[in-house]
């Protein structure tokens, strides 16, 4: 089974901040990983697909990077809405979520 | 646009079957994957499983020998069944269309819709 671990668990920041979360795959999974979003007692969000591609609809505040095994979500300037929990999934072989990664107000 | 609908038991007995469907409405069944997804408690994501419109499956290895999950064209809707079940199977359990695109054997899967997500509770 492949294993996402995301980094960090949890992260603190302020408005207006860039902030970047972390996904590394147990083993090589090209570029097949995407990005959720998920807000307490809401299903989650698609964000970013196959690695790079946003999702239709959503800022282009959210950038996704990688291949391999390293993979990176980037929030280029952090809006009040943004506040939430992110995950990430690999679809190489199966489907596999990372643990998650909380984004808290400062 | 297309919407899913979990429905099923929130309340299930220990060592019994989980039964829950989704209803898809706004759009076919047909030409996609579809998917059902659980979350504990305070927890993370747990993929369970998917089928596709013409009910190939792929499950998650850790549940395969508790899960079915069929879909049914008619009615637009598709289910899954998770037998003996236990406290640890209490969660939110989400529905969720899969989308692909690729050629040959390599395709890009994600979950681009989501229901609303059903609670269901394991206890006596």
């Known amino acids: 089974d492949i294993q996402m671990t995301q980094s960090p668990p949890s992260l603190s920041a302020s408005v207006g901040d860039r902030v970047t979360i972390t996904c590394r795959a147990s083993?090589?999974?090209?570029?097949?990983l995407n990005w959720y979003q998920q807000k307490p007692g809401k299903a989650p969000k698609l964000l970013i697909y196959?690695?790079?591609s946003l999702q239709s609809g959503v800022p282009s505040r959210f950038g996704g990077s990688g291949s391999g095994t390293d993979f990176t979500l980037t929030i280029s300037s952090l809006q009040p809405e943004d506040f939430a929990t992110y995950y990430c999934?690999?679809?190489?072989?199966?489907?596999?979520f990372g643990g998650g990664t909380k984004v808290e107000i400062k | 646009q297309v919407q899913l609908q979990e429905s099923g038991p929130g309340l299930v007995k220990p060592s019994e079957t989980l039964s829950l469907t989704c209803s898809v409405s706004?759009?076919?069944?047909?030409?996609?994957?579809w998917s059902w997804i659980r979350q504990p408690p305070g927890k993370g994501l747990e993929w369970i499983g998917y089928?596709?419109?013409?009910?190939?499956?792929n499950y998650n290895p850790s549940l395969k020998s508790r899960v079915t999950i069929s879909v049914d064209t008619s009615k637009n809707q598709f289910s899954l069944k998770l037998s003996s079940v236990t406290a640890a199977d209490t969660a939110v359990y989400y529905c969720?269309?899969?989308?692909?695109?690729?050629?040959?054997?390599?395709?890009?899967?994600?979950?681009?819709?989501w229901g609303k997500g059903t609670t269901v509770t394991v206890s006596s």
């Open positions: 089928i596709s419109y013409s009910g190939s499956t």
């Open positions: 196959a690695a790079s």
């Open positions: 706004g759009g076919s069944i047909s030409s996609y994957y």
């Open positions: 083993q090589s999974i090209s570029s097949y």
């Open positions: 969720a269309r899969v989308s692909y695109y690729g050629s040959g054997v390599y395709y890009y899967y994600y979950m681009d819709v």
């Open positions: 999934q690999q679809s190489y072989n199966t489907l596999t």
